[in-house]
């Protein structure tokens, strides 16, 4: 498994290379309700991320 870490992080930008050691391997795969429960989960954490940034949006009198 160490293996493929590396050769996954070799592909991955520098700022995504840690993303590997979060991986794991796994004998059964995850039922499909498990895997939409955790895609749910990434997007309400995405959300509430953005939530607390505003728009950066430029109107033309602004600019002027």
Do not use: F, N, W, Y
Request: proline share 5%; charged share 35%.
């Amino acid at each position: 498994m160490d293996e493929v870490r590396k050769r996954i992080a070799e592909q991955l930008p520098d700022d995504c290379k840690d993303m590997v050691d979060q991986l794991e391997e796994r004998i059964q795969p995850q039922s499909i309700i498990k895997t939409l429960l955790q895609h749910a989960k990434i997007q309400i954490d995405q959300a509430a991320k953005s939530a607390g940034h505003k728009p950066k949006q430029h109107t033309l009198e602004s600019a002027r």
